[in-house]
């Protein structure tokens, strides 16, 4: 089959980019003592097309026995994997042909044991895949390039391109981390929103205007049909530092949950911020649609708190990170507005977590170099035992797991040793009964 390439150039002039001069913040939100100091501040852009190039290299489709995406002898890294409304399924791999430079690469298969290349982007280096459907289609996004750091892309698997939009003629880049929460929604003013794609969350720096954040919790959505999108971010006391980021839209309540870990200095928390992703305001300043800020929390602990992992169901939200060396999970049943924590895992890393049919949360993670995963009935509170994904051959490595919620099932991509080095498999991990 052919592999079609999109040579990632975004050309950085004038009218490539829509902002208005006032267009730097919205009002203060103030809802608890949380986050009191805290401000949320917005940027609007227009967005542009990726373009697409035919390079003419035939590729092999990936069939093997089991469900093997990637082979070869190089190593594949941070997969991430949807299934489609149309019953295929996408993945979004970091590809290599000479194990110097990676690229974003998207498979496809309708079986979920073929997997073929379709589409190779050229973005030298970028990592951290994820992917994230809606009614509409799949999407997926990957962190900035090291030589264009100032980007955010967004592609939908079903047209194997997509849009970027460019931020750093505004001090903003070194985007990375992302993640995508997607939902079906419609836009503003009575617009469908077959656009509406859902949310990123990612980290990096700001240097807007007065701003100098390093380690500065980003979210981003795009606002019309037309490609235009906003950039929001925390500003105050105790948001700098942050680095991984977990990311979660609750398809009830449609409200968006983004969680990151920050260094304090003397150990890493978790900040959350919460946003109303069920209606749309005007900002009149910066003439844009943007999402109102519910409010944002730390959670704190006298050990570290790393690696974020987030899902939610009507109003229930489940927070997976690794506590110093174990896995543990902070859970809500009311948004969190409060919140509890239970120890999942001793001995542990890299948690990931998903809300299957019925309302079972399933959370997956690394011990021993087997990948387990273990299921709750009842939100978090409590943990099934552990059950085993794949056995003494998983990659060690932050984000090696990644599982998508699809048709009320959970399914997942992670990094895969067995064959020598490091391929990308695919299975369904738990189905819902």
């Known amino acids: 089959m052919k592999k079609y390439i999109f040579w990632a150039i975004v050309i950085a002039i004038a009218s490539g980019l829509v902002i208005t001069s006032t267009a730097i913040s919205v009002p203060i939100i103030k809802t608890t003592p949380e986050n009191c100091e805290i401000n949320a501040q917005y940027l609007s852009a227009k967005s542009k097309l990726l373009p697409k190039k035919t390079c003419g290299i035939d590729t092999q489709p990936l069939s ?71 009614t509409y ?22 047209i194997g391109t997509g849009s970027v939009w460019d931020f750093s ?74 680095e991984h980021t977990g990311s979660a839209m ?42 109102r800020l519910k409010f944002s929390k730390h959670i704190t602990d006298t050990v570290d708190l790393m690696y974020p992992c987030c899902a939610a169901y009507d109003d229930h939200v489940v927070i997976g990170c690794q506590k110093e060396d174990d896995i543990v999970v902070y859970y809500s049943a009311n948004g969190m507005t409060s919140y509890s924590e239970t120890l999942v895992e001793e001995a542990a890393s890299y948690p990931e977590v998903a809300i299957a049919a019925g309302g079972t949360t399933i959370i997956t993670y690394i011990k021993d170099n087997v990948l387990y995963y273990r299921t709750s009935d009842n939100y978090g509170v409590s943990w099934s035992d552990a059950e085993v994904v794949s056995d003494s051959q998983i990659n060690l490595n932050y984000r090696a797991v990644n599982l998508d919620e699809y048709k009320g099932n959970i399914i997942g991509v992670w990094e895969d040793t067995r064959g020598g080095n490091v391929d990308i498999y695919y299975d369904l991990i738990f189905q819902a009964q």
Not at 137 to 158: H, L, M
Not at 255 to 284: C, P
């Open 64 to 134: 093997f026995d089991g469900t093997q995406v990637t082979a070869g002898i190089f190593d594949e890294y941070h997969g991430s994997v949807a299934g489609a409304p149309g019953g295929e399924y996408y993945a979004l791999v970091e590809y290599t042909e000479d194990e110097s430079i990676w690229h974003p690469m998207l498979f496809v298969s309708y079986d979920g044991v073929v997997w073929e290349s379709q589409v190779e982007f050229l973005y030298d280096n970028s990592e951290y895949t994820d992917f994230d459907q809606n």
């Open 250 to 291: 609750d398809l009830v309540t449609n409200m968006h949950y983004a969680v990151y870990d920050r260094n304090t200095g003397e150990t890493y928390e978790l900040l959350v911020r919460k946003d109303d992703f069920a209606s749309w305001y005007y900002n009149s300043q910066g003439g844009y649609w943007a999402h």
């Open 169 to 242: 003629q505004y001090n903003l880049f070194g985007f990375e981390y992302n993640r995508i929460a997607c939902y079906t929604f419609e836009g503003p003013e009575g617009d469908p929103g077959n656009w509406n794609w859902g949310s990123l969350t990612f980290t990096g720096y700001n240097g807007y205007q007065t701003n100098d954040i390093e380690g500065c919790p980003f979210v981003f959505y795009q606002t019309n049909d037309e490609g235009n999108g906003v950039i929001g971010w925390l500003t105050g006391s105790n948001v700098e530092g942050c």
């Open 137 to 158: 289609g799949t999407y997926s996004t990957f962190g900035a390039p090291p030589t264009s750091d100032g980007i955010i892309p967004v592609i939908q698997g079903e």
